[in-house]
């Protein structure tokens, strides 16, 4: 296995390219241990790519490969922050090292969110240091109560998760369940134990036998549980929470009918067909070629005043619930964000507004866009964690649809 750690450095002429290629193969694994799915045939492909840019310049170099190894956006950002771990200049660690005695005053910078997986990935080539022997069982019980690994797992926020906790919580969120209250409807079943007399059934049935009444018809009101409709923002503030929801609107979409999910980041996105693929990574693969803006800007406003005016209309029928799913710091301030939160509001039974801001203890709503949005919306929850997913699915299933205004911290 070739360590990472002697890559070749790109950005400068090379005097010889024979370590190039099996470094090459050593950062397709490093991308695959950081959640990038990364195969032989995209390694072939960069190695391809290089051969028809500049090695000297180090931003053709980036750009080919991101170009034939990443199919994601979500992926870019994990890709950027390895290219420049991994294939780093070789008069790097002496210039960080003058920089560092320059500044030592200085409060260090925080690390960008993939900083962990990526660490652990770079670990992943490195032999394990041999482990202490094991002391001689004793026959004692312990009874000391700790917290089991999956316990902890509820409460661990999704940004500070590593690549191992991910996965896992996406195996947690793909068993969730999410039974909503069902409403009566106005149209009726025929049911022999049913409430209601069916009077036209029942002459109809009398003609068989020569207009005698040999039996009453009855029926019952048929139940349905409401449309659920899921606006979800993927701009860059949301993108690394917008990576874990997504499997779980997978999830809810291929367990139950009349669903209907829409991104939006700086225009809106219908993405209801892709996810109800039964495949969650076919899906995902739709989703990232249906959606041009992954992990840019926000534009609150004006996406929910698109959906107002293009979809309200044919998926807010029937007293559906809608998830609105955003932090709310919006690039155009709060204009028209307000009216477009209370027309919205106004076409559904329910409006929640899950914000991952809200796993702050001092929690404010101090931007334009939150004190816009915040009268208008029915209720108010954190979205940061499996458990916050748990306590909102306990809301959606309960009986209490009215418009009473809840705020969970």
């Not at 032989?40 to 790519?49: F, I, K, N, R, S």
């Not at 500049?54 to 890709?79: P, S, T, W, Y």
């Not at 991104?263 to 495949?279: A, C, E, I, M």
Request: net charge positive; hydrophobic share 40%.
């Amino acid at each position: 296995m070739i360590p990472p750690k002697p890559a070749l450095a790109l950005g400068q002429p090379p005097a010889s390219t024979g370590a190039l290629a099996p470094n090459l193969i050593a950062f397709g694994r490093l991308l695959r241990r950081a959640g990038v799915p990364v195969g032989p045939a995209d390694v072939l492909a960069g190695a391809d790519a290089l051969q028809c840019v500049d090695l000297g310049d180090r931003a053709q170099a980036h750009a080919a490969l991101r170009a034939v190894m990443v199919h994601r956006h979500e992926h870019f950002l994990i890709f950027d922050h390895a290219f420049d771990l991994f294939w780093r200049d070789s008069e790097a660690g002496r210039h960080a090292a003058a920089m560092a005695l320059m500044d030592a005053a200085k409060e260090p910078p925080k690390p960008p969110p993939a900083a962990r997986r990526l660490a652990e990935a770079m670990r992943g080539d490195r032999p394990e240091p041999p482990k202490p022997p094991e002391p001689k069982r004793q026959d004692e019980l312990d009874v000391t109560f700790t917290v089991s690994e999956r316990e902890r797992l509820q409460t661990m926020d999704f940004e500070a998760m590593s690549a191992e906790e991910i996965a896992a919580a996406k195996e947690e969120i793909r068993r969730l369940v999410l039974p909503l209250d069902e409403r009566r409807t106005r149209r009726f079943r025929a049911d022999p134990s049913g409430p209601v007399t069916d009077l036209r059934a029942t002459v109809r049935a009398s003609l068989r036998s020569g207009g005698e009444i040999l039996d009453i018809a009855r029926r019952r009101r048929v139940t349905r549980t409401p449309p659920l409709v899921v606006l979800c923002d993927i701009s860059g503030s949301m993108s690394r929470y917008a990576q874990v929801l997504l499997h779980f609107l997978h999830a809810v979409t291929n367990d139950r009918d009349r669903v209907h999910c829409f991104l939006f980041g700086t225009r809106l996105s219908n993405v209801t067909r892709q996810l109800r693929h039964r495949d969650p990574e076919a899906a995902f693969e739709m989703v990232s070629h249906a959606v041009p803006d992954w992990s840019g800007g926000t534009r609150i406003g004006e996406s929910l005043a698109n959906f107002n005016r293009l979809w309200s209309r044919r998926v807010l029928g029937q007293g559906a619930v809608v998830l609105l799913i955003t932090d709310g710091l919006d690039r155009e301030g709060a204009a028209g964000l307000a009216e477009a939160t209370d027309r919205l509001r106004r076409s559904c039974s329910r409006l929640i507004w899950l914000n991952p801001l809200l796993r702050y203890a001092g929690f404010q709503p101090k931007s334009q866009g939150i004190r816009a949005m915040l009268p208008h919306v029915d209720e108010f929850r954190p979205v940061h964690n499996l458990a916050s997913l748990r306590e909102l699915i306990a809301a959606l299933s309960s009986r209490n649809a009215g418009r009473g205004r809840e705020f969970a911290a």
